[in-house]
């Protein structure tokens, strides 16, 4: 299995501004994803964070709103852009290990006032 | 479409078994896992079975999949305080490429000493 870290791993920050998560692998992973968890919810795909090219963005999210980069094939990070309480939320990186299983970081946990 | 359903709680006593249970709609679902989520921790992949597989034992685990009914189960013999969390199921379906997981709703499973 990979090992995942995620930075920060908690934050709170203000209404109107930006904050970008870092999502770091043990090893180089072709798939690498994020998703989003909402208070008392489940997980939804916002993206996949693709190697030299743009993320693939699912429904309902957009690039503007949350701007992914994926430099090489170990690292990646996402950005809530100008965030509102709605935002507030745990977001998780995950990639996809041994046997197309896929394998979640410890999620960073973001609040906005 | 894509549609897991999980109750919500399960409450049982240090010792004995439990058993969470999952539905989902689609049959041409690839994979299906079972995640553990600690409070405000990520998620730690448990196990996860092949649709082409009825049964997998790990341990204390064992998932069984009825393809016919659309139903995975999760069974945790022993049932200890430290296995208090929420439980996800999930499904991948070839459809949607492989590495895109619906997550059900979550169970929570409370451990009575």
């Known amino acids: 299995s990979a090992v995942i870290s995620q930075k920060p791993s908690r934050d709170i920050c203000q209404r109107g501004t930006s904050l970008t998560i870092q999502c770091q692998v043990d090893s180089q992973v072709t798939m690498m994803f994020w998703y989003r968890q909402q208070p008392g919810q489940s997980l939804t795909l916002i993206a996949t964070?693709?190697?030299?090219?743009?993320?693939?963005?699912e429904s309902g999210f957009v690039i503007d709103k949350f701007p992914i980069s994926r430099p090489n094939l170990t690292f990646s990070t996402l950005t809530v852009s100008n965030m509102s309480p709605e935002d507030s939320s745990i977001y998780l990186c995950?990639?996809?290990?041994?046997?197309?299983?896929?394998?979640f970081g410890p999620g960073t946990r973001l609040t906005v006032t | 479409g894509e549609d897991v359903e999980q109750s919500l709680f399960l409450s049982v006593r240090e010792g004995d078994s439990s058993v969470i249970n999952c539905t989902y709609t689609?049959?041409?679902?690839?994979?299906l896992y079972w995640y553990k989520q600690e409070p405000g921790a990520g998620l730690q992949l448990l196990t996860y079975i092949f649709s082409n597989m009825d049964m997998k034992q790990d341990q204390r685990l064992t998932v069984l999949l009825n393809k016919k009914d659309k139903h995975l189960s999760l069974r945790i013999a022993d049932t200890q305080t430290g296995d208090s969390a929420i439980y996800f199921c999930a499904e991948s379906m070839e459809r949607t490429g492989a590495n895109n997981l619906f997550f059900g709703t979550g169970t929570r499973l409370t451990v009575i000493p």
């Open positions: 995950s990639v996809v290990g041994g046997e197309r299983v896929q394998y």
């Open positions: 689609d049959s041409s679902s690839t994979y």
């Open positions: 964070a693709n190697q030299g090219s743009e993320a693939t963005y």
